[in-house]
């Protein structure tokens, strides 16, 4: 046993020996990795961080200071603030202004509180939630429904008159007798119906617009107005109606049939793509005849020019030599000194003789008649306003009738949107056929200003029970006529206005240059 027991370290110390070279190789290999790891990837990994972490402390320091400058650039240009004005009035002032107040509620309770059956101007003293004092007019039914509307604004309300005098004064130079135009139309209707899908009722949408549209007194009238009969309960279109000739006949009797089938939005929309569209074959004619008018005005230019200041120059040398003048050289000297010697006279006889046109035009029938139907007989021209009628009218009488308008309703406001005597005449035939039971087109038949083409296109619709889309297609076809035509013609016209202008220049230029060559033979 004891044997056995000195043996075992011997056996021990062997093994150890032998083990310490492996673990010494162990531990080479161990710490050779830790170098090696610690030199390809620590290393460059602490860099890295390093590196990054001052990129990125640059860059916020940077960021920081453009941002920071950015914020000065804009604060400079930003538009300062105006210094809201403090309103201050004398006590005298005050005390006036509370009498005519104390005066004010005694009339409401009495006379003022009276309905009249027709609207009457009235003219207002307020005060805003600044401290201003406003004075304007609105139109009403009573000076009760006047109060009520400015308190409901927000107004604290001095004063609310009307007279026979201030009718006349403010009532005729209001808003009665003037029309919106198609631009501020198509953007009325457009944010009336954002407004309106967004969740605002419709009076709200119509005080907004009436901020946002300001810069016109006539409007703005008149949405105050729309706004005050809104609130009373009218109709929207009652409340349209009511501005005399500010809205379209054709917008009030569709919002009047959309009321009646709760489409007002699908309405609006339809309406500002209509009157979009209208505009834009407005354009087209006003297009159409600029360059013309503004090549016509340069050629008159150029020959008045010449009369004026060339011709006296050749004149002078032909009676210095005693030279003959005949023929045309004799025309255009004596239309030279006529228009020196009288171009007052010239001027007036041309002021007068458009006035008087333009007067005749607009005040006698028969003479505005005879003119449209002599500018529909000339060649181009005649196509052009044909085309252009027939797409207003078409893409109007699909709307209506899209929009179940009555028949009889839809040709009285056609012939109200023409200012052509011949299709209002024919609109107005349209109405008496309907009267007597006949048929629609009975009336565009065999009639020299409506094409073959929108007549058999208004009877296929009338047979198919479809005549609102079948219209709808006639406008399209002649807007792309008419847009086509107007295209043409600009091509067209540029070179024979050149060649007229080159052709009247010439004549003149040789008839005054022509008896130079005599004088010369002379001399020789």
């Given at each position: 046993m004891q044997e056995t027991l000195n043996e075992t370290p011997k056996n021990n110390g062997i093994l150890d020996i032998l083990k310490t070279p492996f673990i010494v190789l162990y531990n080479i290999i161990v710490y050779a990795g830790v170098g090696i790891k610690a030199t390809f990837f620590d290393l460059w990994v602490n860099l890295y961080n390093g590196a990054s972490y001052q990129v990125d402390k640059t860059y916020r320091h940077t960021k920081q200071q453009f941002m920071e400058e950015e914020d000065k650039i804009y604060e400079m240009t930003k538009k300062k603030p105006k210094k809201e004005k403090v309103y201050k009035y004398s006590a005298k002032v005050l005390a006036k202004l509370e009498e005519e107040k104390r005066e004010l509620m005694v009339d409401l309770q009495n006379a003022g509180a009276?309905?009249?059956?027709?609207?009457?101007?009235?003219?207002?003293?307020?005060?805003?939630?600044h401290g201003r004092i406003i004075?304007?007019?609105?139109?009403?039914?009573?000076?009760?429904?006047i109060n009520s509307y400015l308190l409901s604004e927000g107004y604290e309300v001095y004063s609310i008159k009307?007279?026979?005098?201030?009718?006349?004064?403010?009532?005729?130079?209001?808003?009665?007798?003037?029309?919106?135009?198609?631009?501020?139309?198509?953007?009325?209707?457009?944010?009336?119906?954002?407004?309106?899908?967004?969740?605002?009722?419709?009076?709200?949408?119509?005080?907004?617009?009436?901020?946002?549209?300001?810069?016109?007194?006539?409007?703005?009238?008149?949405?105050?107005?729309?706004?005050?009969?809104?609130?009373l309960g009218e109709?929207?279109?009652?409340?349209?109606?009511?501005?005399?000739?500010?809205?379209?006949?054709?917008?009030?009797?569709?919002?009047?049939?959309?009321?009646?089938?709760?489409?007002?939005?699908?309405?609006?929309?339809?309406?500002?793509?209509?009157?979009?569209?209208?505009?834009?074959?407005?354009?087209?004619?006003?297009?159409?005849?600029?360059?013309?008018?503004?090549?016509?005005?340069?050629?008159?230019?150029?020959?008045?020019?010449?009369?004026?200041?060339?011709?006296?120059?050749?004149?002078?040398?032909y009676a210095t030599n005693n030279t003959e003048i005949t023929g045309i050289t004799k025309i255009v000297v004596?239309?030279?000194?006529?228009?020196?010697?009288?171009?007052?006279?010239?001027?007036?006889?041309?002021?007068?003789?458009?006035?008087?046109?333009?007067?005749?035009?607009?005040?006698?029938?028969?003479?505005?008649?005879?003119?449209?139907?002599?500018?529909?007989?000339?060649?181009?021209?005649?196509?052009?306003?044909?085309?252009?009628?027939?797409?207003?009218?078409?893409?109007?009488?699909?709307?209506?009738l899209r929009n179940n308008v009555f028949i009889t309703d839809s040709m009285d406001i056609l012939s109200r949107i023409t200012n052509n005597e011949i299709y209002r005449a024919i609109m107005y035939k349209t109405i008496n056929n309907i009267i007597k039971g006949e048929k629609i087109s009975e009336a565009f038949k065999d009639h020299w200003a409506i094409p073959n083409v929108a007549y058999y296109m208004i009877v296929t619709g009338e047979s198919t029970g479809d005549?609102?889309?079948?219209?709808?297609?006639?406008?399209?076809?002649y807007q792309?006529?008419?847009?086509?035509?107007?295209?043409?013609?600009?091509?067209?016209?540029?070179?024979?206005m050149i060649s007229f202008l080159a052709v009247i220049v010439g004549i003149i230029i040789i008839a005054v240059i022509g008896p130079m060559f005599d004088m010369y033979n002379q001399i020789a």
């Open positions: 009276t309905r009249s059956k027709t609207p009457h101007t009235y003219l207002y003293k307020v005060k805003d939630t004075k304007g007019t609105m139109n009403g039914l009573s000076k009760l429904d009307t007279s026979p005098f201030i009718d006349f004064v403010y009532k005729d130079s209001s808003f009665f007798g003037k029309k919106m135009s198609n631009k501020d139309l198509i953007f009325w209707l457009t944010q009336l119906s954002t407004y309106i899908k967004a969740g605002l009722t419709l009076n709200e949408s119509i005080k907004i617009l009436t901020t946002q549209m300001k810069g016109n007194k006539a409007r703005t009238t008149a949405f105050k107005a729309i706004s005050y009969e809104l609130t109709s929207f279109s009652s409340a349209l109606e009511k501005q005399g000739s500010m809205f379209p006949a054709l917008l009030i009797n569709m919002i009047k049939a959309a009321e009646a089938s709760g489409t007002l939005v699908e309405t609006l929309d339809d309406m500002a793509n209509y009157y979009t569209e209208i505009n834009e074959t407005h354009r087209q004619m006003i297009s159409a005849m600029t360059y013309p008018t503004i090549i016509t005005v340069f050629a008159i230019g150029v020959v008045i020019f010449i009369l004026i200041y060339v011709v006296p120059q050749f004149t002078e040398i004596d239309a030279s000194a006529f228009i020196q010697r009288d171009y007052m006279l010239i001027i007036g006889i041309i002021l007068g003789t458009v006035v008087t046109v333009m007067v005749l035009y607009k005040t006698v029938k028969a003479f505005k008649t005879a003119v449209q139907i002599f500018l529909m007989h000339i060649p181009v021209i005649k196509n052009i306003i044909i085309y252009n009628e027939l797409t207003v009218f078409s893409k109007t009488f699909a709307s209506l005549l609102a889309n079948m219209m709808q297609k006639v406008s399209e076809y792309l006529l008419h847009k086509n035509i107007i295209n043409n013609l600009k091509s067209f016209i540029e070179p024979i």
